[in-house]
């Protein structure tokens, strides 16, 4: 059997994705009023992005460790890659690092140094390595190097959200108190850092595009779009993608969840680009 990949619910796959490949999600947790709800397995109420006082948290050491053994016996002893979101923005690596001490080195830990889609892609690449009999060793050298070339852009509609999660670097400061300033952001070595601001959401959505499209540099790349509640935005951004960028080899729209979309709040929208993914098996027909 194949060495087995595992992720967190931040990486957004869809589960016609994660069945093709035997993804297996870890489900991350939000509380709101006191209860706790685990992303991807229980019902969260629709409003949760706009709801005050939402608090997320990341997977603890003992899911964790459930999900190891059952993806270390389902891999009949090849072995774990577990690909999870970054270390400078959830707990949920410091977990699975403690609780992959249980097994001996037969799990090994990846800190995407994103979250999001970028996640999604690193652990797709791992998935396909691993679908290709690369050795556990390998299928970490390849998410490895996913996790280093994936780039992840991300355009914020309202900052209430971004200020109360604390998820921003320093550079947040630049925002001030001008409530009308559209950040673009970026993943930079694990933290969102503010890449560009600018007076419009449509100006700051061109721009995103434009710094996409450079990122590509004219290579075949696979194409992430992520939105918290603008599915027609997110289209609208993924249909001027295909048209600027050289060669798509596979492209995925998703909306961010209560999890991610609670931390950037309604309207945002972000683009996700690899250039070492084979085309994406398991695609549902849109």
Known sequence: MPVVVVTDSSSRLPESVTEHYGIRQVPLH????????????????????STPG?????ANPSELTEYFESALEASEGAGVVAVHMSRKLS????????????????????????????VGFTAIGAAQAAANGADRDRVYESA???????????????????RQSGRISAAGRLFGS??????????????????ERHRTFSKALDKM????????????????????????VAAEVLATLRNRLRMVTSELTVDLGPILGSHVGPGSVGIVIASHLDPIEGLEES
């Open 144 to 162: 490895i190097r996913q996790a280093a070339t994936v780039d992840s852009l991300l355009c914020v509609q309202q900052l209430d959200n971004l």
């Open 178 to 195: 001008a409530l009308s300033i559209k950040p673009i952001l970026h993943m930079v070595d694990g933290t969102l850092q503010l890449k």
């Open 209 to 232: 595009v434009d710094a996409a499209v450079e990122s590509a540099g004219g290579r075949a790349v696979t194409v992430g779009v992520q939105h918290c509640e603008t599915p027609d």
């Open 91 to 118: 707990g949920t690596w410091s977990s699975a690092r403690l609780a992959a001490e249980k097994f001996s080195g037969q799990v090994r830990i990846v800190d995407s140094r994103s979250v999001g889609l970028a």
């Open 30 to 49: 939000v509380t709101i009023e006191d209860k706790d709800y685990r992303e991807g397995v229980d019902y969260i109420p629709e409003d949760v992005v």
């Open 54 to 58: 939402v608090t997320t948290s990341g």
